[in-house]
């Protein structure tokens, strides 16, 4: 069965430090593929970065930058420089290739705070 | 152009009563999702569009929700004889190429339904 943890429900930091958002995830698919989602205070979902199962390089957009490693079956998170606009849930998600729908399965959200 | 909307934005009603949520996807989008969200259980799918046809209702939770799509755009998810432990935001997605996981999804704002 499939599975999303995010083992950090809240994170503060102070602006401009750099913060790391944990995700592990679980799936017998061999093909899949997973997402950062941004749940700002308005409530809408915002789509950040993504990457599939057959891709391990890790890369940098801006301040975000992910760290993606299948052997530990880990999708991690990090952006640089903190700032307060960045204050929000973030969600990781799964979506596998078997299920047909690519619905995502989401883990329960870490909230960060920026604190100015 | 335009992004996924959701309507209403709130909707309060009476245990029992029915109500009926509406989501129009961004022009073009094949694939349209709804998800639901509460604080018990997170962010979880509950149904999945390709056109106008269900492929995956997996996630409905009970008999009393059902969906709908016309002419491959507009979705209504309706819910039956309302219960308590139906108050959550319910969410709508949409994307491209929905046989194609890698492909993201687009959230509108959501419904914040609450039973009295």
């Known amino acids: 069965a499939q599975k999303v943890t995010q083992a950090q429900t809240e994170i503060s930091v102070v602006e401009k430090e750099d913060v790391t958002l944990d995700c592990v995830y679980e799936t017998r698919d061999t093909t899949y593929y997973l997402f950062w989602y941004k749940q700002p205070p308005s409530g809408e979902l915002v789509f950040l970065i993504r990457r599939n199962s057959f891709d391990e390089q890790n890369e940098i957009s801006g301040r975000y930058s992910w760290n993606f490693q299948k052997s530990t079956s880990s999708f991690n998170f990090t952006i640089t420089a903190s700032q307060v606009v960045d204050s929000a849930v973030y969600f990781c998600a799964l979506s596998e290739s078997q299920t047909g729908a690519n619905n995502l399965f989401f883990g329960t959200g870490t909230r960060l705070t920026v604190i100015p | 152009g335009a992004g996924v909307s959701q309507s209403p934005s709130n909707k309060v009603t009476e245990k029992g009563k029915d109500v009926e949520l509406r989501c129009d996807p961004i022009s073009g989008h094949t694939a349209l999702y709804w998800y639901r969200q509460s604080l018990g259980q997170g962010l979880e799918f509950l149904i999945y569009?390709?056109?106008?046809?269900?492929?995956?209702k997996s996630g409905l939770p009970s008999d009393r929700f059902s969906a709908e799509r016309t002419g491959g755009s507009v979705s209504t998810l309706t819910i039956q004889r309302t219960q308590q432990e139906d108050s959550a935001v319910y969410l709508c997605?949409?994307?491209?190429?929905?046989?194609?996981?890698?492909?993201?999804?687009?959230f509108g704002p959501g419904t914040r339904l609450t039973v009295l």
């Open positions: 569009f390709q056109g106008n046809s269900a492929p995956d």
């Open positions: 997605a949409s994307s491209l190429a929905p046989h194609d996981s890698y492909n993201e999804q687009f």
